[in-house]
């Protein structure tokens, strides 16, 4: 990835053929469907993964191997993403003296490629924190399509989100309905891309802004989804709303 001037630049391409937006934007309503599991506290001997360290983007298979191999610039998109976000949160920690842990991978997976959380094989059109195993996952042909057709910022929400589950976990953050941990998940992705702009670690690019709207209006919830329902994560007012306290406002706007 192209680091200009110390910063990582969220990119935005002006054309990519590989999908329409208009198909993205119907595959991304699967995304995050089940992005976390129950609450349970991540393991402790957890330890950093070559995705966590910024070596390599993720921890994959052969099979979802070859499909990074194949793109380069999701790659580097990931590595910047998960890089950031680390910084970002170890940097939070660390203000109130505590102790920052990064989860244990980031891993892509083929779906039937093996890969489990908590021995349930992981889902296809998806990206997850799996708390009893305390990592990462995301089906990458998907990802990769989603990529092509909403474009690269998305990618840094997506692993923003992710983690703000992993940081729910790290907290002991408890929560009577589903839709209370998307949403703060939501805020603390604003609040992390939002804080690294102004720290000038991350850097806005034409389109960005509209990328990140158009991946939370694909991600909210059907019309109609009862907020009490277990698998609902909001409507896209909500997601959109919940992000933007946090990118304008950072983690003190977030519930």
């Given amino acids: 990835m192209h680091i200009p001037d110390g910063y990582l630049a969220l990119r935005s391409p002006a054309r990519r053929a590989a999908v329409s937006i208009g198909a993205a934007v119907a595959g991304a309503a699967l995304l995050l469907a089940a992005c976390t599991t129950p609450p349970a506290a991540p393991r402790p001997e957890a330890t950093a993964s070559a995705a966590s360290s910024g070596a390599s983007a993720a921890e994959t298979t052969s099979a ?25 949160w170890a940097a939070r920690f660390a203000a109130e003296g505590r102790t920052f842990t990064a989860v244990r991978t980031v891993y892509a997976y083929v779906p039937g490629d093996g890969h489990t959380c908590a021995g349930e094989p992981d889902t296809p059109n998806n990206a997850a924190y ?5 990592d990462i996952g995301f089906d990458v042909r998907w990802t990769a399509n989603v990529y092509d057709g909403l474009g690269d910022a998305f990618v840094y929400y997506l692993v923003g989100h992710e983690y703000g589950h992993a ?3 790290r907290l002991g953050t408890q929560f009577a309905h589903t839709i209370e941990y998307e949403l703060q998940a939501d805020c603390y992705a604003g609040a992390y891309l939002g804080d690294q ?3 000038k670690v991350l850097r806005l690019q034409d389109g960005d802004i509209e990328e990140l ?5 694909a991600v909210a919830d059907p019309a109609g989804t009862p907020w009490f329902n277990p698998a609902a994560h909001g409507t896209a007012e909500q997601r959109i709303s919940y992000f933007g306290r946090g990118f304008d406002r950072s983690l003190a706007a977030c519930p």
Avoid: E
Avoid at 73 to 87: E, F
Avoid at 130 to 134: A, E, K, L, Q, V
Avoid at 213 to 217: D, I, K, Q, S, Y
């Fill in 197 to 199: 702009i102004r720290a």
């Fill in 213 to 217: 709207r158009a991946g939370l209006r």
């Fill in 167 to 169: 940081i729910q976990a």
């Fill in 64 to 88: 979802a191997g070859a499909v990074l191999a194949s793109r380069p610039d999701i790659v580097d998109d990931l590595r910047g993403a998960v890089t950031s976000v680390k910084q970002y």
């Fill in 130 to 134: 799996c708390r009893p195993d305390d």
